[in-house]
């Protein structure tokens, strides 16, 4: 995602409904997939744009599904 969309999205300018419209998330919330899934994250980097680039990208990644994450489930 966009390092910027996400600065104006934590500084309160990017209202959460605007960002759920931006094209990354289209079709569904990938973090509401990943909370779901019980994936946590598990590191973040920023990704360099190049020079006509209009953004750096910020690149989560998630981990295997964490016991502490998701709900009890029997057998």
């Given at each position: 995602m ?5 600065l ?6 990017l ?10 998330m289209?079709?569904s919330?990938p973090?509401?997939?990943?909370l779901?899934?019980g994936?946590i ?6 990704e360099k ?6 953004d ?5 990644e998630?981990g ?12």
């Open positions: 966009s390092a910027r969309d996400l104006q999205l934590s500084a309160g300018v209202r959460q409904d605007a960002f759920e419209q931006l094209p990354f289209a079709r919330n973090f509401l997939q990943k779901a899934q994936q994250i598990t590191a973040a980097g920023l744009g190049d020079a006509e680039a209009d750096d990208w910020i690149v989560l998630f295997n599904p964490d016991p502490a994450a998701t709900a009890f489930r029997g057998r």
